[in-house]
């Protein structure tokens, strides 16, 4: 398949004004609002399927994988009891991690309804990266209690599952940056609000030598499974910038996305 052109929301380096900001409003961080200086940007965006057999996290910083599911993922009991430990062992399987934690997760949805009844949340349309060097070692600490501070020692990453629910995405996909195109002075460090806590994400500002992917038809039985950070500086990817775009499948009469994103720690 040709690659597709394609309008992202970007961030702009605006070095006079304050950083930029996402402040999580309404039940269950359902809405965002978000500050600083944004642009759209048309860039070609390329099928990752001909290359799948070739991604790796630690080269591209994702990979497309076959991930079977068995249960309703809007259970919470189901999801917690069966696919939880799937995705422990699929990210173990992809990384060679000694340990995988499951810390968090977000339940995406374009029905209105179902966005009121689940507290699930809308794709995010802003080229960004969930985690910073500082956000990263904050959660270890949170997550991990009196072992954080030994685990911290170590190296460590925090790699994310993306998955459809129930059904093919054609509406808002997603799009992936290769990480070897990603540079340093991309990265613009973002506060991130929360009712109970402040994090700390990346947003992304436009360079001309990104190189962009999807997955046209991403199926219920597929993962994209992708990292946000790593600890190690030695010259694997790092950061994987991601959003959600109107693609060439996208039609009001198609099925609106619903997704299922899992972050998890990886400790090696």
């Known amino acids: 398949m040709e690659p597709v052109q394609a309008e992202l929301v970007y961030a702009v380096h605006d070095p006079d004004g304050p950083p930029p900001s996402t402040i999580t409003v309404g039940p269950g961080g359902q809405g965002r609002q978000r500050t600083g200086k944004e642009e759209r940007r048309t860039v070609r965006v390329h099928d990752a399927r001909p290359l799948a057999g070739e991604l790796s996290l630690d080269t591209h910083g994702f990979q497309l994988v076959e991930h079977p599911v068995q249960v309703d993922l809007w259970d919470d009991a189901a999801r917690e009891g069966t696919y939880h430990p799937s995705v422990q062992a699929l990210v173990q399987r992809l990384t060679g991690a000694n340990r995988v934690v499951i810390f ?31 956000s990263a070692e904050q959660r270890v600490l949170a997550v991990c209690g009196d072992e954080a501070e030994t685990l911290l020692r170590r190296r460590y990453a925090v790699v994310q599952v993306w998955q459809p629910i129930g059904q093919t995405i054609g509406r808002s996909p997603l799009a992936i940056c290769d990480a070897r195109t990603l540079s340093a002075d991309s990265l613009i460090a973002a506060r991130r609000v929360h009712p109970t806590r402040i994090g700390e994400t990346y947003h992304v500002a436009y360079h001309e030598g990104q190189r962009w992917f ?20 030695d010259g694997r990817a790092r950061f994987t910038a991601h959003t959600s775009f109107t693609g060439p499948e996208d039609t009001e009469a198609g099925p609106p996305r619903e997704s299922l994103e899992i972050r998890t720690l990886a400790f090696f």
């Open 214 to 233: 999807w997955v046209p038809s991403l199926r219920a039985d597929e993962a994209l499974v992708f990292k946000t950070f790593d600890s190690a500086e």
């Open 104 to 134: 968090d997760e977000t339940l995406r949805s374009e029905v209105p309804g179902r966005q009121q009844e689940r507290h699930a949340r809308g794709p995010v349309s802003l080229v960004h990266n969930d985690y910073t060097p500082w």
